[in-house]
């Protein structure tokens, strides 16, 4: 389980507003490990990637220029994140060959339609990287592999 400050989400989005126009957009998330089964997200990574219509590209330069805090921080990929043009969020052949990683349960989000109606995580996309490849998670497994949460609770009477 990844679990995922609002906050955070929300930086996420802001960011992928940003270029305008219609190209895919590409982050990480990092974090902490907290057990084998929970990690924490702190960080988001936006690597120097170029960005097309239809598909990004990382180099192997920029994605080492996005891992090189890991160690400084003791944090780790958690998961990637890109946006797709349209409402589908399916893996194509090219984000199953170039994603961050290949290891059994690595993590890939699509957001839909350039994440311009700033979807929530039940909107998007999950995809779970298994022995066979990788495999999109029906809409009842999202919450078993990630989870938005507040970043603030607040009961103070007004």
Known sequence: MIVVSDLLWGVLLDNFAWPKGRLERVAYIDGVAASDDLSVATTLVFPNAKLY?????????????????????????????????????????????MAYSQHRGAVSIVMPNHARSRPAISGCGVHVREDGGWRMLAQSEISSYI???PAQLDFRRK
């Open 53 to 97: 219509e239809r598909h990004f590209e990382v180099s192997a330069e920029a994605m080492s220029q996005a891992g090189r805090h890991f160690r400084a921080y003791y944090l780790q990929r958690l998961a990637q994140v890109h946006t797709h043009p349209s409402d589908w969020v399916d893996h194509s052949q090219h984000d199953d060959e």
């Open 147 to 149: 989870s938005v949460v």
